[in-house]
């Protein structure tokens, strides 16, 4: 196979607005979770997740090398970092009305909870090696400092999906917008396929747990929804005494 010269690509800054401030809460609950001793899979559970993680990376380098195709996996790669793509789509979203920035507020909100959960808690718990790095890559692209398993990725963009298709018509939509966002961790050879997929599944459960602890919000405040849902619970009722 013909090698391909290596290319330089714009990269995403590291920090974006509040990153910063994510990454020391992050890092400190590493700190402290990166003391207990790093969980092991069986050997045998082992072996067939690095047989997976092969066949995969032989499938995905069937595509490696078409350069609409690197530029797309790439471009979503570096969009993921720090969950910016989400963060952005909230931001456009919540420029139709308030009840729309409410939601931006609670998509934003969730996202964080969401990395200091999985970066600063439940990536300790493995510590998994990531890929190689020291290896052709079509583009520049920047080295995580966190361990590998799950793709933090991949779950957040996945839990981000979940929250905005709860009352989209367009929720396909953004499912293939993660979907994209995650594979393309094991495209650039930053994840094994087996964090991805692991990342894809608690994405899943945390954006379903997060729409049942955080409710969607009804007006202008990002915690309308908990009012809302009292109000559903405990229903007032009617004044016997007032006019008909």
Do not use: C
């Amino acid at each position: 196979m013909r090698s391909r010269p290596t290319l330089s690509a714009p990269v995403l800054p590291d920090v974006t607005p509040g990153a910063a401030a994510v990454a020391s809460v992050v890092d400190a609950a590493a700190e402290v979770v990166g003391r207990r001793r790093r969980l092991r899979a069986p050997a045998v559970v082992a072996r067939r997740v690095t047989a997976f993680d092969q066949a995969a990376d032989v499938a995905l380098d069937r595509l490696r090398g078409h350069g609409g195709v690197d530029r797309a996996f790439y471009a979503a790669s570096e969009l993921g970092d720090y969950s910016l793509l989400w963060h952005i789509v909230g931001t456009a979203r919540g420029l139709r009305s308030d009840r729309d920035a409410a939601e931006a507020v609670r998509l934003s909100g969730i996202l964080v909870a969401e990395s200091v959960l999985v970066n600063g808690l439940i990536k300790q718990l493995f510590r998994r090696t990531r890929p190689v790095w020291e290896q052709p890559r079509a583009y520049t692209i920047r080295r995580p400092r966190s361990s590998s398993f799950p793709s933090g990725h991949a779950s957040a963009a996945f839990t981000a999906a979940t929250i905005l298709g709860e009352r989209s018509r367009v929720w396909p939509l953004w499912y293939a917008a993660a979907g994209l966002v995650a594979s393309s961790r094991a495209y650039v050879r930053i994840h094994h396929a087996s964090d991805v997929v692991a990342g894809v599944v608690t994405g899943l459960v945390l954006g379903r747990v997060a729409r049942r602890v955080w409710p969607a919000p009804v007006d202008a405040s990002p915690f309308s929804g908990f009012r809302a849902r009292r109000s559903a619970e405990y229903p007032v009722d009617p004044d016997p005494l007032a006019p008909v």
